[in-house]
């Protein structure tokens, strides 16, 4: 099938060369614009999409908005628009500039978790259960419906990184399976109160020790690999990149017991691995043992 296929990050990888080995002929690939790495003066950085498209052979464009290259979309007289984690605003005029319209690949059961994070949200809300789902894109945010969808457990101790990892390789399977039959099929209408996955920010991943312990855990799962949950410790923020439950160690709240336990309100998370600002991660055991004197959260009130 010929085909057009916007993506951006990682995640996007595994799919693009799943249907260049499908035999399914990649027409173009739409990508974000290179990108500076840091602030001013950084070296520009393709995306991995970009840099995958150029090593098969495949024709990439990288336009700052997608409505720019409506006209280019439609001389191709693709079959069908493939989508997995682009990061732009599709307009309608774009998604009827194939023969079939656009599907979407996106990491979660519609309509639950319908825009930006899924993934992160499902952990954080404590979700038992996730998946993908194969979508026909409309203008709506992700209110198209259905061609195929594929359900996954969430484990008790997965971070973001590795259920996505997951995601990516149930769905790159149900993608390659289902997208001949697209053209042919009507989606069923997704079914359900919708649930929104926000976009993330780096404020709401900070450990409030007032919150229920079992809540920071999933914080810090559904943070890791990014943005990363973390306390600020004597002035210098402290990521924390694996935690789990346990009873507390010490009296008062926000202090860091030798043995590497955050002190919350209701229970003790033990830091399993950080990360100290400017430096490699360890363990928490490891970055404890180097604070000599009484560690404590700033910002906490300490009464019990």
Known sequence: MRIV????PADAVTPLRALVANGDDVALVVTQPDRRRGRRGGELLATPVKLCAQELGLRVVTPQKSIEIIDEVAAL?????VVVAFGQILPPELLAATRSGFVNLHFSLLPRWRGAAPVERAIIAGDHETGVAVMAMEAGLDTGGIFAEARLEIGDNVTAGELRSQLVDIGTS????????????????QVGDPVYA?????EEFRLDTDRPVGDLARVVRAGNPKPGAWVVVDGQRLKVLGAHVVDRDLPGIGAVSK???LNCRDGGLLLDEVQPNGKRPMSGMAWRSGKRNEVNVDGVNRDV
């Open 77 to 81: 007289e693709a079959q069908l628009g």
């Open 174 to 189: 149900l993608l390659v399976e289902s997208i001949d039959a697209v053209p042919k099929m009507h989606p069923r209408p």
């Open 198 to 202: 926000h976009k993330l920010s780096v």
């Open 259 to 261: 043995r590497a336990v």
């Open 5 to 8: 296929y916007f993506g951006s």
